[in-house]
């Protein structure tokens, strides 16, 4: 049974996003996805292509023709529904079974080293592959040597894997396809998915999943409403004036974004220390169970659609520059000893998201030797006192924020994230640090999301009106938005008139 969108699309942000852009909403137009699904009973795998919520859309058969599944159809109304996704514009898809899309249509696990793996082609750019399924071919080595084209894959394409938990609380974590370093796994906001650390043997072992949550009777159902989200983030990356920038819609910034704008719950804490000289440092970047939280689109749209920030070399440099703005992102490739500084003027106390993730890029270590390199980044935040950043860690953060962690380290993760509740107003250094003495690079987005009250005119959402949010109202002259600030449902006049009287 499908749930209703109405019944959800607040708790995800949808209907913030729909408030504040009107009819220029995204809808995923132009976006592919790739639906990959395990065979049922009777060999079928693929969505029934006659339901309404399916009329014009165009499925493309990668795998060989199948009949439905009713898995596959639900998951396809959540992902690409007319009437049930949020992202109804998705209207090509790309039907794969599991197995064929690991083997020869996809992945070509089990092909020699030599062979290519098969590069998305399609009318419209496939920038997100939906795995509801969970499974494994048997053997770690093999399952590691997948997720591990699925990474090459991900970092050469731009692409994302959003990838289903096990259902059930405490049930056991499966290899595929969760356990990949550059997709995103997925959970419920119920917490009924399995969570925890990566096991032994796997790549990476230790790093913490699921990544997000999202609202669904199951995994399989939950994992294509982030599927759709992604969608969101896609279109509206790839189209005027934010497609200027090409590495905003990159998958490892796409996905920076829907982890750091993501819902955190009362109940949300990464394994923070409240008191003692750890206090605000945390190890585990993540919640055990929540991941980073709910996916949020309006907060993740906002992120993306803010200008790229300008870093600092050195973290003193950044205390004395121009401030950046409160909802950002910034995408760098990181070499060996890199740094980079932003600093970032609170004007009333609020709570604070950043997250930095970053890729693993697998070469040719496909079936022997170690896992692949992965580099270490760290994530702080100082506060500037007198004109010089001073760590906030220990007796020191006392009086400065409520709870949360100001400093993130894993050792094993390819992310981390900073969630600090009640940040009092003042000037901060968020600093990106790489830890490792590896001499391969890493493709990294950083993010960051100040939770202040929506201001009226900030069309970008970066918590500030000024001539970014001009030019989009400009842009849209005479069309239904963004920028239409009266709601009437068309840019003009009044609508300018609402955006100078607002001016930052």
């Known amino acids: 049974m499908v749930t209703p969108l109405s019944a959800w699309a607040d708790e995800i942000g949808r209907d913030a996003l729909v408030a504040r852009l009107g009819a220029a909403t995204p809808t995923g137009a132009n976006v592919g996805i790739g639906q990959v699904e395990a065979s049922e009973s009777a060999g079928n795998f693929g969505p029934n292509r006659l339901l309404a919520e399916f009329a014009g859309k165009s499925f493309i058969d990668m795998s060989g023709a199948s009949g439905t599944s009713g898995h596959a159809t639900t998951v396809g109304q959540n992902a690409y529904g007319t009437a049930t996704s949020i992202a109804p514009g998705v209207s090509n898809i790309w039907v794969y079974e599991a197995g064929s899309f690991a083997q020869t249509a996809n992945l070509n696990f089990g092909n020699s080293i030599q062979t290519p793996l098969v590069a998305p082609s399609s009318p419209v750019p496939l920038r997100i592959f939906n795995h509801s399924w969970i499974g494994s071919f048997g053997s770690v080595a093999f399952d590691n040597e997948v997720l591990r084209r699925a990474d090459y894959a991900m970092n050469r394409d731009g692409t994302l894997f959003i990838c289903g938990e096990n259902n059930g609380t405490g049930s056991a974590m499966n290899s595929l396809m969760s356990c ?10 119920s917490g009924g998915h399995s969570a925890g650390d990566v096991a032994t043997g796997v790549d990476g072992a230790g790093r913490m999943k699921p990544e997000l949550v999202a609202p669904g009777g199951f995994t399989s159902f939950s994992t294509p ?3 759709a989200a992604a969608a969101l983030m896609f279109e509206t990356t790839s189209v005027a004036p934010y497609n200027v920038n090409t590495t905003r819609r990159k998958g490892v910034t796409i996905k920076s ?26 190890l585990k970047p993540l919640d055990p169970v929540f991941g980073a939280g709910t996916v949020n689109v309006d907060r993740a749209h906002r992120i993306l659609t803010a200008n790229e920030a300008a870093p600092s070399a050195t973290a003193a440099g950044a205390a004395s520059a121009t401030a950046q703005p409160l909802v950002s992102w910034d995408y760098d490739v990181y070499v060996a000893a890199m740094q980079r500084h932003y ?71 390819n992310l981390e994230h900073l969630y600090i509740r009640g940040l009092t107003a003042g000037s901060y250094v968020l600093s990106v640090t790489r830890d490792d003495a590896l001499t391969n690079v890493a493709a990294a987005a950083l993010t960051w999301f100040v939770d202040l009250p929506v201001i009226l005119g900030d069309i970008d959402g970066n918590g500030v009106v000024n001539g970014a949010d001009l030019g989009l109202q400009l842009g849209a002259w005479g069309t239904a938005g963004p920028g239409d600030l009266n709601g009437d449902g068309i840019v003009n006049g009044p609508d300018l008139g609402v955006l100078l009287g607002a001016w930052s």
Do not use: M
């Open 180 to 189: 990949g370093y550059n997709g995103i796994a997925v959970g419920l906001t």
């Open 257 to 282: 974004a829907l982890l750091c704008g993501a819902t955190h719950n009362a109940s949300w804490q990464n394994q923070t220390p409240t008191t003692g000289s750890n206090r605000g440092v945390t």
């Open 343 to 413: 600093r970032i003027d609170l004007p009333a106390a609020a709570d604070f998201s950043a997250l930095i993730t970053w890729n693993r890029a697998p070469t040719t270590q496909w079936t022997s030797g170690s896992a692949p390199a992965v580099v270490n980044l760290r994530l702080e935040l100082k506060k500037v006192v007198d004109g010089v950043p001073v760590a906030i860690t220990g007796d020191a953060g006392v009086g400065v924020f409520t709870s949360g962690n100001v400093l993130s380290a894993s050792a094993v993760d």
């Open 225 to 227: 409403v982030v599927s």
